[in-house]
């Protein structure tokens, strides 16, 4: 699941629960949509409610930057529990986006 909220030039994604194949799907699609409409400048990725996260999720940060590279914004993942932070470094999102 996942909660936008658009604030003039940031737009932050609150993603809950599990982060897995099925439901990383209808997360970016959200997400996307958003950047779309809004072309913000930095897009939050809020992690604070996330409870388990697979390759899924690294997918998922991986390609929101991409787009927002794209529309000439950044990406910050915040909120992070100690476990995801480790994940994300290990699979390099740390030299893509800020993680926090």
Not at 45 to 64: H, P, Q
């Amino acid at each position: 699941m996942v909660t936008l909220e658009y604030e003039s030039p940031n737009l932050t994604a609150k993603i809950a629960g599990d982060i897995d194949h099925h439901t990383a799907m209808t997360i970016r699609e959200q997400i996307d949509m958003s950047i779309e409409s809004y072309s913000p400048e930095m897009l939050y990725m809020d992690f604070r409610d996330v409870t388990f996260m697979d390759s899924s999720g690294i997918g998922l940060v991986m390609g929101r930057y991409k787009l927002m590279r794209e529309v000439g914004g950044q990406v910050e993942v915040i909120n992070t529990s100690k476990h995801i932070k480790r994940v994300m470094s290990l699979a390099g999102l740390d030299k893509l986006a800020k993680i926090r």
